[in-house]
Structure formats: structure tokens, C-alpha cells
């Protein structure tokens, strides 16, 4: 699995249509092959940032599979306009764990 993290920094005066558009633009993202899950936090101390997490079954199915796909262009017309700026989008494996 890779879990995909972006921070967001969303414009400010749009932080509650920005929600309301995530949950929809979730249709597109959660329809691509590879796609296992996603959260999207909102930060305590920094009213307008965000923390996008999504679970992939491999990095291609993100990189290739999602951003080539007609759901990212949909994804893409709902939620880009909110970020300032753009987010800088990340890859990790887990190399540890623990939970309880």
C-alpha cells in the first residue's frame, strides 16, 4: 500500500464550500482501480489548512491510473480553484508500525 499526503491550504473566505465540494469530488477519486481510501483532517492551529490522505494499492495507480483518468479532470473542475497555493503532493510506504 501507499498512502499519498498533501497538505492543503485552502483560500480562505471558501473553507466551507471547499468541504462541501470535497465530499463530492470524493465520487471521482474513490471510482479509480487502485483506489482504497482517503481522509481529508482539518487543522486545529491553521484555520485554512488541510491534510489530504489517500490510501493506493501501488504508486502507478495514483500517478498514472487517477491523474490520466477522466475522474481526475472532474476532481481537478471541482477542487483546484480553492488551493493558494498549490499543494505539493507526496508518497510514503510504512517501513513501521504500531496500534493499539
Not at 10 to 25: G, H, P, S, V
Not at 45 to 65: A, F, M, R, S
Request: with cysteine; proline share 2%; hydrophobic share 40%.
Amino acid at each position: 500500500m501507499i498512502l499519498e499526503a498533501a497538505f492543503l491550504y485552502i483560500k480562505r473566505d471558501l473553507l466551507t464550500q471547499f468541504e462541501i465540494d470535497f465530499a463530492k469530488a470524493s465520487q471521482y477519486i474513490s471510482s479509480v482501480d487502485g483506489y482504497l481510501g482517503h481522509t481529508l483532517q482539518k487543522c486545529l492551529e491553521v484555520e485554512n489548512k488541510y491534510l489530504l490522505l489517500v490510501d493506493w494499492n501501488t504508486l502507478e495507480d495514483h500517478t498514472i491510473g487517477f491523474r490520466t483518468s477522466e475522474a481526475y479532470l472532474e476532481w481537478k473542475k471541482i477542487l483546484h480553484h480553492y488551493y493558494e497555493p498549490f499543494p505539493i503532493v507526496e508518497h510514503f510506504k510504512t517501513v513501521f508500525e504500531n496500534k493499539k
